[in-house]
């Protein structure tokens, strides 16, 4: 199963005490920690909802997830080494205007 390091919501830990203040304010203090256990129990059944949703994807597809997985793999270990995705096919890129013709048709002299 694969770790992500980022985060789905970045949020400053100014931000959360700023946040923590605010529903302090709006719930009360004793309020405050029943919601708080509320939220936790909600966090905790959505994550195990989607760790069994994974776990029954990867049972029921995994052979086919593992050419995919590779093929990722080896597109992100591509672009990684280019420094980046190739530039698009559909953006025009005028090319280098031809020189325009000899006055003298071509006679040196």
Do not use: C, N, W
Request: glycine share 10%; hydrophobic share 35%; charged share 25%.
């Amino acid at each position: 199963m694969p770790t992500y390091h980022g985060s789905v919501f970045s949020v400053s830990s100014a931000e959360l005490v700023t946040i923590a203040v605010v529903a302090l304010l709006v719930f009360g203090p004793k309020r405050l920690p029943e919601i708080a256990r509320k939220a936790g129990q909600m966090l905790r059944s959505a994550r195990d909802a989607a760790g069994e949703i994974r776990s029954g994807i990867e049972s029921e597809y995994g052979d086919t997830l593992i050419p995919l997985r590779e093929a990722r793999d080896e597109i992100r270990d591509t672009l990684r080494a280019t420094d980046g995705p190739p530039p698009s096919p559909m953006v025009h890129r005028p090319e280098a205007s031809p020189e325009p013709p000899d006055p003298d048709g071509g006679a040196g002299g």
